[in-house]
């Protein structure tokens, strides 16, 4: 990720952004169960929330993140979360592994459709039957594109993803979007 996710991403505004506003609107009232998966984590502001939610129910979390750098700084940060250095489309667990999973504001970050497609796939693979998948993502505006100057920027559209999420092998996708255009959630669950 180029400079600005590092200032932006790693801030106490972000993390409390997150907190306060972008991940109640993810998660509503799901039912996330005991063994939870995170997606691109990146600098760690959901990864803190949800072992603060997980841990008082003897919940575990488990986090991908590609970045070898972001994946140590996780690790260390974080010695309760169990932290994967690995490509989101090639996951290194077992079938029905998790009974659910999160991913925000990261799949922008994934160069082609086709990439995101193999990791909605694989997230589909490593649920439970019934289990929770629900995230975020950012939309696409100019001043985003060039925020994201010398980065991947591949903005996935809201107004498809339930399409994609159906074709991967999930149930009743739910998309909304929220703050005049700024960001949208999505949740949905394992068929």
Do not use: K
Request: a negative charge.
């Amino acid at each position: 990720m180029n400079e600005n996710h590092a200032e932006v991403c790693s801030s106490a505004e972000w993390a409390e952004h997150m907190r306060d506003t972008v991940l109640p609107r993810a998660l509503g009232d799901a039912t996330l169960g005991p063994q939870v998966l995170e997606i691109g984590p990146g600098y760690g502001p959901v990864t803190e929330i949800m072992s603060g939610i997980l841990a008082p129910h003897g919940g575990t979390l488990t986090c991908v993140e590609l970045d070898p750098e972001l994946a140590s700084a996780l690790a260390s940060r974080f010695p309760a979360v169990t932290v994967a250095r690995a490509d989101a489309a090639r996951l290194p667990f077992a079938d029905a592994r998790f009974s659910a999973a999160v991913c925000c504001t990261m799949l922008h970050h994934v160069p082609t459709a086709l990439h995101q497609d193999a990791i909605l796939a694989e997230v589909r693979r490593v649920l439970r039957p019934g289990g929770v998948f629900t995230g975020s993502d950012s939309m696409d505006s100019d001043g985003r594109r060039a925020f994201h100057e010398g980065d991947v920027f591949n903005p996935v559209d809201p107004a498809g993803l339930a399409t994609r999420l159906s074709a991967a092998g999930f149930a009743d996708p739910v998309v909304a979007v929220h703050d005049g255009g700024d960001y949208f959630t999505f949740q949905t669950r394992r068929r």
